[in-house]
């Protein structure tokens, strides 16, 4: 796996999930019609490249080839991804940095797989339980008379609409008027949206 550079702000990285039955079986039928060239994934890890060929653009067309600062295959562990890319990230957190990890992808990709992943099963889980219990572990280890504060929050953002996942009978709207409160504060408002420099109302 391809180590991520310790030294960057951005980091992007890259994780492609298992083909599901259907698509093994679409991949199957490309691959068996006659003239069909198959589309072609090719994944180095080393140089942290995709490398990919449109199934349907004619025979010599050159691969396209996307670099990535890690790129995590199909047989890719959740631990791996969480020591190698995620792990520093949270390191930094409990130096006081700040940190997002924003997981980005078409519908059914794999970002809740990678972010959440099964809870139950070890091997599954994803980055927010394994950066809980790091981050708790870490806490737990500390010196007594350290003390750390620890605040949650968990919001939807969809079609300009704000859920707090957490208080379903609160409903947030972004208010860009919210912008120009004189003093430059956004009173009362939520630390869930703080965190996120938001400006919002209660609809
Ligand atoms: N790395 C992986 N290994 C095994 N299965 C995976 C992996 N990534 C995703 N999957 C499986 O693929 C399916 C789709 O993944 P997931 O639900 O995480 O996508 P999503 O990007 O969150 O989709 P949506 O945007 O629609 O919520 C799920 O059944 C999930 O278990």
Known sequence: MSKVKSSETVKVVIRCRPLNRKEEAAAAFVTRTPGGVGGIVEMDMRLGQVVLRNPRSPPGEPRKAFTFDSVYDPSSKQRDLYDETVRPLIDSVLDGFNGTIFAYGQTGTGKTYTMQ?????????????????HIFTQISRSAADRQYLVRASYLEIYREEIRDLLDPNVHLRESPEMCHLSDGTLNGCPDSLWSLKIPWRVS
């Open 117 to 133: 992943g099964a809870w139950l099963e070890p091997e599954r889980r994803g980055v927010i339980p394994n950066a809980f219990e």
